[in-house]
């Protein structure tokens, strides 16, 4: 690849590409985080149905092609339009990572708060490995609190929504962990410092 200007650019988009390629197949091999509240089967149904994008496709594009598809959980049933931002700003490089976002439902409904509301301040634009902290961060929240209707989820989406909304620009990944693990130990949660919330 040449050393200029667009070079440069392909190689920070193709490195944040395999940052969230890593990020998916890291998320697939974790055996510690309790099973995703979606039926395995009613996913690989749901990801043959995405073959008729045209992948990478945006957020927009999936939810135009398939956003009435329903996704039934443990406890409630979603549309794929309810689960993610109808939105050129997010895009997915293949069906299973469109997969992968849609399995923990509260996360992902979460996280299209976040990106709506991003979406408001033309300053509040997420960078790949961000979007992936704040995300990983809610997986963490979920996995301490599963028994609490995802309480902490929602708690840490609208301190990040409202941190959008009075500043108008994102909180830091790391700012975000820290009220996580803030809300965690305020409910008798115990964090490990060897843990991601641990900060």
């Known amino acids: 690849?040449?050393?200029?200007?667009?070079?440069?650019?392909?190689?920070?988009?193709?490195?944040?590409?395999?940052?969230?390629?890593?990020?998916?197949?890291?998320?697939?091999k974790r055996a510690d985080e309790p099973e995703p509240p979606v039926d395995p089967t009613e996913l690989a149904y749901f990801e043959t149905e995405l073959e008729t994008l045209e992948f990478p496709a945006t957020a927009a594009e999936v939810v135009a092609t398939v956003g009435d598809h329903e996704i039934e959980s443990a406890d409630e049933t979603y549309t794929v339009a309810d689960l993610l931002p109808d939105t050129e700003v997010e895009s997915f490089d293949s069906p299973a990572e469109v997969r992968a976002r849609v399995q923990r439902p509260t996360v992902a409904e979460a996280m299209k708060r976040v990106v709506a509301a991003a979406a408001e301040h033309q300053s509040a634009s997420f960078g790949a490995s961000q979007r992936d902290g704040y995300e990983r961060t809610l997986r963490e929240l979920q996995a301490i609190d599963a028994d609490d209707d995802d309480e902490g989820i929602r708690a840490i989406a609208d301190w990040i929504i409202e941190h959008i909304h009075e500043n108008e620009k994102l909180p830091g990944s790391r700012d975000v962990r820290r009220e996580a693990a803030e809300f965690c130990r305020s409910n008798g949660y115990s964090v490990r410092n060897d843990e991601w919330l641990g900060i």
């Open 1 to 28: 690849m040449e050393d200029n200007k667009n070079g440069r650019e392909a190689q920070a988009q193709n490195e944040e590409r395999r940052q969230r390629e890593r990020a998916i197949a890291e998320e697939l």
